[in-house]
């Protein structure tokens, strides 16, 4: 493989292309100028609002789905690649992009806004490649800055990564692609410390199809001298639609079979414009709900090629669609019955379609089986499920299919979902994501009334909820949320 090339100065890239305008060295941390995306992490750690819904209502109507949350995150990192200005389209108005947004400007991105969904970001230098630890256990984003910043400035400290409470997910895959490729890293409690003098290609195989890790691979590599090969690559989606990006702003990557992409470094990368496709788990997430409550909705702006394996299970356990031009509508065509599943790595069924799908399932005649196997720790919020009146029981074995990499580790990975159950309205608390909307179907499909708080968590990645349910008939409004207790002061010894 190419060895490490020369201390770039700061004129020159540490891969070695001439810049076409000067970076500076990291310095103190200075406030965003005026007009530029600020960090909004003090309003996104608390509710704004709760949700309150009737249930009993079918959904009837028509919704536009919005650019996936977890392909416009990782754009947007790949626009510190360059210093000239890209334009991403598609891009939804959600806690999450702001974030992100409030990074990029901490490191010296210009940030406009061009209309509701498309935006403009420009990073001629980079102001300061060490980003707060405020951001530390925020989402793992942070930890995707570590190539472009290499490559921009030659080092970088990024926090340690968070996100939704589902299990463990280490980042020991990207560090060691990282290490391979040239990088030294020093890992502290909160943050990472990164510099190299130039990153090289080498030939990386990850234990897991991480999307993570090939993100972060991807990222560091289309700069790097010489060529590096990713072997149990992850293939998703939103991965393919990254590649693009990159393919649009001079990259040169290969996705070959076998899970294998093989990058070649460019010296350098423009300045380009890119729409982000669909988020296909939004899409599955209307579905569910759609055929849950005895509706119909029509997702506008749904590609059939995303939820391919959705699509199948829907159809098997009860639910129809239909693909058009404009999208894909999704309706109840005969009494839903039980059905076994795992999820697994693309093009398997997506772990992100799982919430929805059990509170689905409860309304299916029999017991359902689902396996989850690619995190340890996302069946915790079945228990609120259960208080509503829902047969859901937990295990540590692999059920209804092959033994996965949590097999005889203690962990319940596996569920099963007995049905159908008449759900009873309550209070709820959201733990993370993807369970929000779970939670916000199963108050839709229950008797009475539910109240839902940790609202904050379903904002971070779904545009407008609230919003696009009402159009489509759900009884559903907003309520103020209590506010934040002040802690208290620890009493002194002996005081």
Not at 15 to 30: C, I, K, L, W, Y
Not at 112 to 128: C, F, K, M, N, Y
Not at 288 to 302: F, I, K, Q, S
Request: charged share 20%.
């Amino acid at each position: 493989m190419p060895q490490t090339s020369q201390p770039a100065d700061r004129g020159e890239t540490p891969s070695g292309s001439a810049a076409t305008s000067p970076v500076v060295a990291p310095r103190a941390r200075q406030q965003p100028a005026a007009g530029t995306a600020r960090s909004p992490l003090p309003a996104s750690a608390i509710d704004r609002h709760h949700y309150r819904i009737i249930g009993g209502q079918p959904l009837v109507g028509s919704v536009e789905v919005s650019g996936a949350k977890n392909s416009v995150t990782k754009l947007l990192v790949a626009t510190l690649l360059t210093d000239e200005p890209c334009t991403l389209a598609r891009v939804p108005r959600i806690v999450e992009v702001d974030v992100v947004l409030g990074m990029l400007a901490e490191l010296g991105a210009q940030v406009e806004w061009l209309d509701d969904h498309r935006v403009r970001i420009a990073t001629p230098q980079i102001a300061d490649a060490s980003l707060s630890e405020t951001y530390s256990g925020v989402n793992r984003i942070p930890i995707l800055m570590m190539g472009p910043l290499l490559h921009r400035v030659g080092e970088a400290v990024v926090p340690l990564p968070g996100g939704c409470r589902i299990g463990k997910r280490p980042v020991d895959f990207h560090l060691a692609g990282l290490r391979a490729m040239g990088a030294e890293i020093v890992e502290q409690l909160r943050s990472v410390q990164v510099k190299t003098l130039g990153l090289h290609g080498a030939h990386v195989e990850l234990p897991f199809p991480s999307v993570g890790a090939t993100e972060n691979l991807l990222l560091a590599a289309v700069r790097a001298k010489g060529t590096t090969v990713i072997s149990n690559a992850a293939v998703e989606p939103e991965v393919i639609d990254l590649i693009l990006f990159l393919q649009r702003m001079g990259a040169l990557v290969d996705v070959e079979v076998d899970r294998t992409i093989v990058v070649q470094g460019v010296d350098r990368l423009h300045g380009a414009s890119h729409t982000a496709i669909p988020d296909r788990i939004e899409v599955a997430s209307f579905a569910a709900a759609a055929v849950a409550t005895n509706g119909r909705v029509d997702v506008r702006g749904a590609r059939q090629e995303d939820v391919v394996t959705f699509l199948n299970h829907l159809r098997r356990l009860g639910g129809e669609f239909e693909v058009t031009d404009g999208g894909i509508t999704f309706y109840r065509d005969r009494e839903l019955t039980a059905t076994h599943l795992q999820t697994d790595v693309h093009p398997g069924y997506m772990t992100d379609w799982q919430q929805p799908l059990v509170v689905l399932l409860t309304q299916a005649k029999g017991a359902s089986v689902i396996h989850e196997t690619i995190y340890e720790d996302r069946f915790g919020y079945t228990r609120q499920l259960n208080e509503m009146g829902a047969s859901i029981a937990l295990s540590t074995s692999c059920l209804g299919g092959k033994a996965c990499r949590f097999a005889a580790r203690d962990f319940e990975h596996s569920a099963v979902v007995t049905g159908p159950t008449p759900l009873v309205g309550c209070d709820l608390e959201i733990p993370d994501l993807r369970a929000g909307f779970a939670y916000v179907m199963a108050a839709l499909v229950a008797n009475g009334t539910s109240t839902i708080s940790g609202t904050r968590f379903l904002e971070r990645g779904y545009e407008d909820p609230v919003g696009k349910l009402r159009s489509i008939g759900a009884l559903i409004d907003t309520v103020p949320a209590a506010a934040p207790v002040p802690a208290q002061p620890a009493t002194p010894p002996g005081s």
